[in-house]
């Protein structure tokens, strides 16, 4: 079995679900069916279809037809169904604000105590990371600058000192990356996060809890007004974000 054979089989049984072919509520053929259907074997078939019950798109029950579950029983934390939850919502940005609801929760308190906790070694990671973000914006290495943004976040976990709060992110990070990965190929959205990731690196360095909390907080806002203005400005374009390699 190849496993991208079963990613692009799960991705087209996926995308069949949300143009209405296999609406929510609905029973699937058969894996030879499917299997027939996308050009793969009964074998990856099986194996696509349990990728998708993993994150709970399906339901698989032993002698009976596969089930597509409802979306909103969908797993939030799997990047491919982030916008497809949403699409199938009536409403694109919904789990992308909900996850920036849950981030500001933490990461703004996370601001706070870094500013009180922080070592030298901290402030010289978290200033690596925010030079490193200008070094990719400036070669336009859009990977590289999610890398580096994503880094800043976690350096910043660290410098709390609280295991919890990275067992709390890490969960996330695919699903942020993801999200990070498509706004960022935005120059002005770029030099947006470089901006505040500067000013929160500041007021941690300076020990500033209060001013650290109100720049962490900027910054999220900044990344939802520049997220929710991108997503629209595809959506009346060239359909960005249609499918669920989103």
């Known amino acids: ?7 692009t089989a799960a991705d087209g049984l996926l995308a ?4 209405g072919t296999f609406p929510p509520g609905s029973t699937l053929p058969s894996e030879a069916e ?10 990856t078939m099986r194996e696509a279809i349990r990728s ?9 029950t032993h002698g009976k037809s596969s089930v597509i579950r409802p979306a909103d029983q969908w797993s939030p934390l799997d990047p491919r169904l982030l916008h497809a939850r949403g699409r199938l919502s009536g409403d694109p940005l919904l789990l992308p604000k909900h996850l920036l609801e849950a981030r500001r929760m933490v990461e703004i308190s996370a601001a706070e105590a870094a500013a009180e906790r922080r070592t030298g070694e901290d402030v010289a990671r978290l200033t690596g990371f925010v030079d490193a973000m200008r070094d990719a914006h400036a070669r336009t290495d859009v990977p590289g600058f999610v890398d580096a943004d994503l880094a800043f976040h976690q350096a910043v976990f660290h410098a709390v000192g609280n295991v919890f709060l990275d067992a709390l992110f890490e969960p996330l990070e695919q699903v942020v990356r993801r999200l990070r990965v498509e706004t960022s190929s935005v120059p002005d959205i770029r030099v947006h996060a470089i901006s505040w990731h500067a000013k929160i690196l500041d007021s941690i360095a300076e020990g500033d809890p209060a001013g650290a909390r109100e720049m962490m907080r900027g910054h999220l806002f900044q990344t939802q007004d520049d997220m929710t203005a991108y997503l629209a400005d595809n959506d009346q374009s060239a359909g960005a974000f249609a499918g669920p390699a989103w």
Request: glycine share 6%; aromatic share 4%; net charge positive.
């Open 34 to 43: 499917l299997a027939a259907r996308f050009g793969v074997s009964r074998l």
């Open 16 to 19: 069949l679900v949300l143009d």
């Open 52 to 60: 998708l019950a993993a994150t709970r798109v399906i339901a698989v």
């Open 1 to 7: 079995m190849h496993t991208g054979r079963t990613e």
